[in-house]
């Protein structure tokens, strides 16, 4: 009980620093001119400071590195810390002076380059029912590289709202927490992955009062990058030895910013767009035209990563078969929510028009009529 409170209180101490720091923080971003300038793709009205992700980068840092010295060795800590860093230094960078998304990403594959052959983290093997494990070889380090990218960048283009990014980010935090802990009781994990998740989850809290609607301060490309990538890193360390459950939880923990990214590619690349185009479809974009207030529109996103978050823990009890049962029928929940929304465009639903044919049949009849006139003319 001693050692649950001792470890409690740290964990809450790293919550005031970041809710200390968060002002401080704020001052600075005005002064070096990381503020958000309203435009036509941006659902602020005013100027705004951003680069908020520094007072977590910060509160995280020093408590990694010296709150828990008995639990996190100060070598692994220093890693993230300085991996992290380099992402927190690309973000403030693009918060200044914008950057290109090509140079965002330079920065990002920079930090998983120090993540694979520096820090030495890599998804090893990965074990697949009735095939068993594969050794990945060098396949590892693309694969852990497109992993780190992927979930970083995830986030990123999910940090449209107030509170959105840094809110979906506690809940996958709280949840990767959670299952982290569990493995590391049956020693698959090391109690330090878990306890780090907690670090970074209340470094997070601390700063969010000042970002939930109305947003005294944004998280910026400083904040959003730097937590993709921890939450990407961190996740990782649970799959060095991959099985199936591994590999789909943190994809489901995460499938709000993870489907939202998805099917902006999709969607650009449907309408011939290069895929690093802005645009204002996306899923917050999307329910804020359907008549969602700013916090209704951010509540509602917050209850879909609740969503994804139980799907992923009721996981740790499923065996093979419920998985991809449980997988199969999240991914048509999915399907249809995003095409009852549009996000891929209001003409483009086709799980709704296959549902429509099979149960109406006026609609039916005419499209088997076009498609025998169509045939005609051909």
Request: net charge positive.
């Amino acid at each position: 009980m001693d050692f649950i409170l001792k470890i409690s209180l740290r964990l809450f101490l790293t919550m005031i620093l970041a809710f200390l720091l968060t002002p401080l923080i704020k001052k600075f971003a005005c002064k070096v001119g990381a503020v958000d300038i309203p435009n036509s793709r941006r659902v602020n009205k005013t100027a705004m400071p951003t680069a908020g992700g520094l007072a977590i980068y910060i509160a995280f840092s020093i408590s990694a590195l010296f709150f828990f010295p008995d639990l996190i060795p100060f070598d692994y800590a220093l890693h993230l810390v300085v991996s992290s860093g380099i992402v927190v230094i690309t973000g403030l960078i693009d918060d200044i002076f914008e950057l290109t998304p090509k140079q965002k990403l330079i920065g990002v594959l920079i930090a998983a380059l120090y993540v694979c052959f520096v820090f030495d983290v890599t998804v090893s093997t990965i074990t697949l029912p009735y095939i068993g494990a594969i050794s990945l070889e060098w396949l590892a380090y693309p694969f852990t590289i497109l992993w780190i990218v992927g979930l970083t960048n995830a986030i990123n283009l999910v940090d449209g709202l107030d509170g959105l990014a840094s809110g979906i980010s506690i809940i996958a935090l709280a949840t990767i927490g959670i299952i982290g802990y569990v493995a590391s009781a049956t020693g698959a994990v090391k109690l330090q992955v878990p306890l780090t998740i907690f670090v970074l989850l209340m470094s997070v809290l601390g700063f969010f009062p000042f970002n939930f609607y109305p947003a005294k301060i944004f998280l910026g490309d400083t904040g959003a990058l730097l937590l993709g990538f921890l939450i990407s890193v961190l996740s990782v360390q649970g799959l060095k030895n991959a099985t199936l459950i591994t590999l789909i939880t943190p994809l489901i923990i995460l499938g709000v910013p993870i489907t939202d990214t998805l099917f902006a590619m999709i969607r650009r690349k449907l309408n011939k767009r290069p895929i690093s185009s802005a645009d204002k479809m996306h899923l917050h974009h999307r329910l804020l035209s359907l008549g969602f207030t700013h916090r209704g529109a951010v509540l509602t996103i917050y209850s879909l990563a609740l969503i994804f978050s139980m799907i992923a823990l009721l996981y740790m009890f499923a065996n093979t078969l419920a998985t991809i049962l449980l997988t199969i029928a999240c991914l048509l929940g999915l399907q249809m929510f995003i095409e009852l929304i549009g996000l891929t465009g209001v003409d483009k639903q086709p799980l709704l028009n296959s549902l429509k044919f099979i149960g109406n049949k006026a609609y039916r009849d005419s499209i088997l009529e076009k498609r025998r006139e169509k045939k005609k003319q051909d």
